[in-house]
């Protein structure tokens, strides 16, 4: 049971350009959202996160945006830089509830 | 602050084996969570520990357990490896249970 799915595995962005990844999510209980970064052989780096009270979280290069109806997020990344290149989770929770990840989706940047 | 560390980082074990992963979470933080990453099933939950005790736990089976000391360092065994054990171990650690998690590094675990 996915609960929570990242139907892209691989994302490829020209550098400069807007980076927009995508994730869905099933359970409709889930109130907090995170997306993390990851490079290879370190672990995931948490990056921004949006709680269901709120439909859009900002800092700096990266929004975070949450559609609670069509229970989807998604991380706009403006503009894309090389260092953007990672592995991007998304991740939902409720209340003290375990973290569920979704599968991942490989974004690179090319110059 | 120091973040959370993980030790080892690499470790190469043999079928039927039991291996001991350490986390130390980051100063002040009281939960700790254990992940499993493998290239087909992403990120995938172990256990939760909060103050020496267990709070959530995943769907494992009763070979992967784990525990936390009064400092909130916590292990997690394996016992009798098995081939599909291997995989990246990730520790997370957070103040409390509705925290944002930060993660270690990770301890590689390849078992032949």
């Known amino acids: 049971d996915q609960q929570v799915k990242q139907n892209s595995p691989s994302l490829s962005v020209q550098e400069g350009r807007i980076s927009i990844l995508n994730c869905d999510y099933t359970n409709s209980m889930f109130d907090y959202f995170l997306w993390y970064k990851k490079y290879p052989a370190e672990g995931p780096t948490f990056l921004i996160s949006?709680?269901?009270?709120?439909d859009k979280n900002e800092d700096g290069r990266f929004t975070v945006f949450l559609n609670k109806s069509a229970k989807h997020l998604s991380l706009h990344i403006v503009p894309s830089q090389p260092g953007d290149s990672a592995v991007y989770f998304c991740a939902a929770n409720r209340g003290a509830q375990k973290l569920v990840f979704g599968q991942g989706t490989r974004l690179t940047i090319n110059p | 602050k120091a973040g959370v560390t993980q030790t080892p980082r690499y470790l190469i074990k043999t079928r039927g084996q039991q291996v001991t992963l350490s986390c130390s979470p980051i100063?002040?933080?009281?939960?700790v969570s254990w992940y499993q990453q493998t290239p087909g099933q992403g990120l995938q939950f172990l256990f939760e520990y909060f103050s020496e005790t267990q709070r959530n736990k995943g769907n494992f089976p009763g070979r992967f357990s784990g525990r936390q000391f009064s400092n909130s360092r916590s292990e997690m065994n394996v016992s009798t490896l098995e081939l599909g054990d291997s995989a990246l171990y990730l520790c997370a650690s957070s103040q409390d249970l509705t925290d944002t998690q930060y993660f270690g590094p990770g301890t590689r675990l390849t078992v032949l």
């Open positions: 949006i709680s269901s009270i709120k």
């Open positions: 100063s002040g933080h009281r939960s």
